[in-house]
Structures are given as structure tokens and as C-alpha cells.
């Protein structure tokens, strides 16, 4: 089962790693959640996945694709016709003043697929990835062994019962923390303190490689090559596991 949108900032190729350290059977808290590509290989492979999110707009897609995917297809297919430039820029600013959150959850859908970047809020028109595939991927989407939880004014740091798998992105040393301009479908990270904060918790944390994650001595490290392969070489290596569940 492929998801049916695309995360075109935060792609990852850690699928045969992150299941390599982590037993079948296991109940793993997923952060955050927003393409869901690695929830879904996950609850696929014997593992049940929850899929936390703190945005309320990522979490009410993934709430109403489960429940009816084919209606949100319908939808987004009818106001496709309609989508230019200018009316994606318009969407983009509106797309959630929409009462019905079946319409939300479509040109969530939609704008995702038509952005350039995979994002909802930003990103310029790019219709390449709004095609047939696309919509059979949304059409028959349906996971078993997955639940997705919006945390609300929780953090990820509270789950600690079971294994977790952070998706952290591009690492941001301290004083560029506070500079990031995002989009309410994206998620905020301080990862000087996430780090400090999930190191006496079972997680596993997937960077985009940076040298500074390795003078990290709480964690354990594999680096994975641009095809996910495990590489002893810094300089091949496009991501960067630190994880503490053995």
C-alpha cells in the first residue's frame, strides 16, 4: 500500500534499517506523521504503528481518508479542472475555511500532489505527481495495524512505553532553532532538546546526515547511504539513524 501523498522535503530511504531494529509484534509511536510512507511499510511488516501529529489539519486528512477515501477522490477530482496558477495560490491561502472536512481533506490532497515541494501551504504549481496512480493510490487506501492520535498540547516526549521513531528532518544546531518559517502542516523541531530529552527513551531518530550528530555518545549510529544502505563512509552518507533500543 502506497500513501497517497508525497513528502517532497523529507524523503527517507530508512525503511529496511528502522526494521531491522525494531522486533515484529512491537507498538511503535511514529512522529510526526504527514506522507505516512514509513507508517504505512511499517503496519504492512508486522508492527502496530501510532502515528502522532500536533497539527490538527494533518490529523484530520489521515481521519477522513481512513473512513472514506473514494469521497475525498471524488472531490478533489471535481475541483481539479478548475486549478491554475492563480487559483492554486488562492487555495493555498484558504484551503481550510472549507466547512466540510471531506472538501479540507481533499484539497489537502489535491495541493499536496500539485506543489512542487509536497507541501500544502507552499510550493509552486507542479501537476506531474496529480495523475491515475495517484488517485488508485488514494481510492483504495486501507491500513490495518495503524492509528493515527493528534497530540494537542502533548509532546512526543510523553510516550515513552514503546518504541519510538522520529523523523526529525534536516538537523538545525541551536541558534538556528528559532528561524524556521513553516507551514501549519509541518512540524517544529528543537533537536538539541529533543535529543537530550529522548535519551533515556526507546527511540530510534532519523536525520539528514550532519557531522554533528555524531558527537552524540547517548545514541548508537548507522549512516545510510543515498539508496538506504548501511555505509561506514561520512562522506556517502545522506541520513543519519541515532536510536538507543539495544
Not at 114 to 139: P, Q, V
Not at 199 to 216: D, E, G, N, P, Y
Request: hydrophobic residues 35%.
Amino acid at each position: 500500500m502506497r500513501s497517497p501523498i508525497k513528502n517532497l522535503k523529507n524523503q527517507t530511504n530508512c525503511f529496511s534499517v528502522i526494521s531491522e531494529l525494531i522486533p515484529k509484534g512491537s507498538v511503535v509511536d511514529y512522529y510526526p506523521i504527514y506522507s505516512g510512507d514509513l507508517c504505512i511499510k511499517l503496519s504492512e511488516s508486522d508492527r502496530f504503528v501510532v502515528a502522532h501529529t500536533p497539527n490538527y489539519v494533518v490529523y484530520e486528512f489521515w481521519s477522513c481518508v481512513m473512513q472514506d477515501p473514494d469521497r475525498i477522490s471524488k472531490i478533489a477530482e471535481s475541483f481539479y479542472p478548475s486549478l491554475n496558477e492563480n487559483t492554486f495560490d488562492i487555495l493555498k491561502k484558504n484551503w481550510y475555511s472549507y466547512k466540510d472536512p471531506f472538501v479540507r481533506s481533499a484539497l489537502f490532497f489535491l495541493l499536496n500532489r500539485c506543489s512542487s515541494l509536497g507541501m500544502i501551504t507552499h510550493g509552486e504549481l507542479d501537476t506531474k505527481n496529480y495523475n491515475a496512480f495517484a488517485l488508485r493510490d488514494l481510492r483504495g487506501f486501507n491500513v490495518d495495524n495503524m492509528h493515527v492520535n493528534f497530540l494537542g498540547d502533548k509532546k512526543i516526549e510523553e510516550f515513552d512505553k514503546n518504541i519510538s521513531i522520529i523523523n526529525a528532518g534536516k538537523y538545525r544546531v541551536s541558534f538556528l532553532e528559532n528561524e524556521q518559517i513553516l507551514g501549519e502542516e509541518e512540524t517544529e523541531f528543537k533537536h538539541r532538546e529533543l535529543l537530550k530529552n529522548m535519551k533515556s527513551c526507546r527511540t530510534v531518530i532519523v536525520f539528514k546526515s550532519h557531522r554533528a550528530l555524531l558527537k552524540t555518545p547517548e545514541y548508537e549510529k548507522v549512516l545510510l547511504d543515498q539508496h538506504g544502505r548501511q555505509t561506514t563512509e561520512f562522506e556517502q552518507a545522506k541520513e543519519i539513524i541515532l536510536h538507543n533500543v539495544r
